[in-house]
């Protein structure tokens, strides 16, 4: 009987290991890598719009910087579409992009010529149409001066303002849901929880690293690149503000991150693909392209297809390599739809 006993603990040992295993990376992932970042979110739009509040002026370097900082909070958090994110649309109240019909442009052009006092109530702002709000909307509203310069300037401050306020309040009621009962409920799944292993737990964290690259990939750098015979530099993302390399730059990064600790226990695929995320950076500096103007440019074109089959590259390593170390497979993701 002794031996028997014996047999079965040394037979379990492995799901123990497993399972503990699967304890610490969500407790790491939950802990270090998504609370962190929607932290830095809330904080960082709380203090846009209290620079709003200050000095509305389109072109106040104090505003602008502001909004700068906060939008790097944003799209380093952005691949974590799940969850209180995803309540009441709130990823795309914060981030209405691609915008494939020009909605923003036409819902504030809307707002502005009637002046339409619904911006003056928090709760009034929040039932505009999503194109009008966000970091994207606020882009138009800071750095696109013919869409501005015909507005009334005490409007366009209201405006400004009610954008920068609507921002805050999303991110910090996405920031509390995670603290309160999201967070507890990834740490302890259960029967009766959103999840209900921890198995279930892997899955949504992978498929947030995978839906991120594939996001990279596929819209970051296919918008602009279009095809060779129409690029389409015009559809990179926040080109008006600079910002599209840069946020190709910011979504490796936490995407690096993410798949650094995901990997934890299997050195082998975490260095493989540290070395993918490396060249995919090293590729991306070596352009010296802000806004991806180089698709339109043979020579320098190659080099952003280059960068995108970088990212495909990373993506691919992932389902192959770090998929099955975890149990899983890429999933149903919020960008796929109904």
Known sequence: MTRFFLSLIVALMPFAAAAQDATAKITDVVTHHILPRFDALSENAGRLAEVAGNDCAPTSPEMRDA??????SWVSAS?????????????????????????????????????????DSAEGFAQVSIAARGFYGLEYLLYDPELTDAADPAYLCGLIRAVTADIAATAGTI??????????????????????????????????????????????????????DRPRPRRAEAWRSDRSARHVALSLTALRD???????????????????????????EALDDPVFAGVAQPQRRLKVEVLQQDVEAIRALARSALGPTLGVAAGFNSLDGD
Request: no cysteine; aromatic share 10%.
């Open 67 to 72: 909004y700068g900082v906060a939008f790097d």
């Open 79 to 119: 691949h974590l579409r799940f969850g209180p994110t995803e309540v009441g649309d709130r990823a795309f109240a914060l981030a209405f992009w691609p915008d494939s019909r020009g909605a923003t442009p036409r819902a504030l052009t809307g707002l502005m010529a009637e002046r339409d006092a619904i911006i």
């Open 175 to 228: 920031r509390a849901e995670w603290h309160e009962s999201y967070a507890p409920g990834m740490l302890n799944p259960g029967p009766n929880g959103t999840y209900r292993s921890e198995d279930e737990v892997l899955q949504q964290l992978f498929t947030a690293l995978t839906t991120g690259l594939e996001f990279t990939a596929e819209t970051r750098l296919g918008r602009p690149l279009g095809t060779f």
């Open 258 to 284: 993410l798949a650094e600790r995901l990997a934890a226990g299997h050195p082998q695929v975490a260095a493989g693909l540290d070395h993918a995320f490396a060249k995919a950076v090293d590729h991306l």
